[in-house]
Nanobody, 117 residues
């Protein structure tokens, strides 16, 4: 089992930037597909971006061109660089790891991102 700890959330004005980090425990981080999800108030948890163990990246349409997911396997860390933030990006952001074949099965505790207009 891998433990995930997110950091980097906060309050930012519209148009600003934040970089989220997710530190993972364990020695096999490099083989996991990693992802970022978010949950806005009153809504379900939604996919934002993923980076596969081989480095391929995928984004939800609303994140394309504004967010960048990356990973540093030497530091067991995955990042989400968020630029041109909008109030609708306000949510709790969760880091997730896919350690098996059944989708993302390990989750962090979440970090709050609030974008003011």
């Amino acid at each position: 089992q891998v433990q995930l700890v997110e950091s980097g959330g906060g309050l930012v004005q519209a148009g600003g930037s934040l970089r989220l980090s997710c530190a993972a425990s364990g020695r096999t981080f490099s083989v996991y597909d990693m992802g970022w999800f978010r949950q806005a108030p009153g809504k379900g948890r939604m996919f934002v971006a993923t980076i596969r163990s081989g480095g391929q990246t995928y984004y939800t349409d609303s994140a394309k061109g504004r967010f960048t997911i990356s990973r540093d396997n030497a530091k067991n860390t995955v990042y989400l660089q968020m630029d041109s933030l909008k109030p609708e990006d306000t949510a709790v952001y969760y880091c997730a790891a896919q350690t098996g074949s059944a989708g993302f099965d390990q989750w962090g505790q979440g970090t709050q991102v609030t974008v003011s207009s």
